[in-house]
């Protein structure tokens, strides 16, 4: 699982990549060590329920990154890769909220944003009775100060739904003065249609990314199919229907979630799970399946600049 991959970039010093150079090396010894099953041996291994051999990429958020970078780089060596896609930026022309915290980072020192959160009382807005479970599961796979993890925390699962944009809101106004455009931060409808026509795998990532489990069935459901329904009018017809969770883990979804991804005929869904894909995992659970975090691997280290 890959998020941002790119160089260094001067607009957004403080953001948490791995860097192009790195996720080359990566590729060299996955190729290696375990070598990489091909696009058609992931889907009749998931369709026919038979596990093969080897390495699948796989990307979130439909970032600018991974065209300019690893889809270059994927087309070279004769690779593909999974790339799940929130549909919101396409659909509504918005920046996710959850970019949005990412670009916050980049750029304030992290004890700010939190001075800033005390002084509006912030903790009058969080869903109490989630607090403790989130406290627990999130973020333990990633190098974060103090200040940063609790910024993520609260802006990502703390805070209740109903409040979280207007408190980016005012955040952006506060902190962030230029406007920051959508193709600075996602790809294209164009883009998606070319790495579509090279064999590269488009997935949901949902409309909005937002963490399930904190939805009731109704809203679930919506994420869900908006997002597909808006993938399959602008791609046409998927080779095979797939899914991954907004920020992973067991934690950000439920079983309301696999119910209605498996009612809408969904292959395969990916979770975040430090382990490999078995076939009881294809067979018995095929909407939670593991994958490793790039950063859990060799070459994997994160930076933030």
């Not at 795998?201 to 994420?223: C, D, F, M």
Request: aromatic letters at 14%; one cysteine or more.
């Amino acid at each position: 699982m890959y998020h941002y991959v790119r160089p260094k970039d001067n607009r957004f010093p403080g953001l948490f990549r791995h860097d192009i150079k790195d996720f080359i090396k990566q590729l060299d010894y996955f190729d290696k060590k375990f070598g990489f099953i091909s696009r058609e041996g992931f889907i009749n291994s998931i369709k026919n329920q038979e596990t093969r051999k080897g390495v699948i990429l796989t990307f979130d958020d439909g970032l600018i990154c991974h065209y300019k970078y690893v889809f270059q780089e994927l087309k070279k060596r004769k690779l593909w890769g999974i790339f799940f896609i929130p549909t919101l930026p396409f659909e509504e022309s918005k920046i996710l909220d959850v970019h949005r915290i990412h670009i916050l980072i980049s750029r304030i020192d992290s004890k700010t944003i939190c001075d800033y959160l005390n002084e509006i009382s912030i903790q009058k807005l969080f869903e109490e009775d989630k607090i403790e479970e989130f406290k627990e599961l999130t973020y333990w796979n990633q190098t974060n100060d103090m200040y940063t993890l609790l910024v993520k925390r609260i802006l990502n699962y703390f805070l209740k739904y109903k409040y979280r944009e207007g408190v980016i809101d005012d955040l952006f106004k506060t902190f962030i003065k230029e406007k920051i455009s959508l193709d600075q931060i996602y790809l294209s409808m164009e883009n998606l249609k070319e790495m579509k026509s090279e064999g590269m795998v488009i997935g949901s990532h949902t409309k909005t990314h937002k963490v399930l489990s904190k939805l009731n069935i109704a809203s679930q459901e919506k994420e869900i199919s908006k997002s597909f329904d808006f993938l399959n009018n602008g791609l046409g017809k998927m080779d095979i229907k797939t899914f991954c969770y907004p920020y992973g883990g067991f934690h950000s979804f439920n079983e309301h979630t696999e119910k209605i991804l498996d009612d809408y005929n969904v292959d395969c869904s990916f979770n975040v799970e430090k382990r490999d894909i078995t076939i009881t995992d294809i067979s018995n659970r095929p909407q939670a399946l593991p994958r490793y975090d790039c950063n859990q691997l060799k070459f994997g280290k994160t930076l933030n600049d």
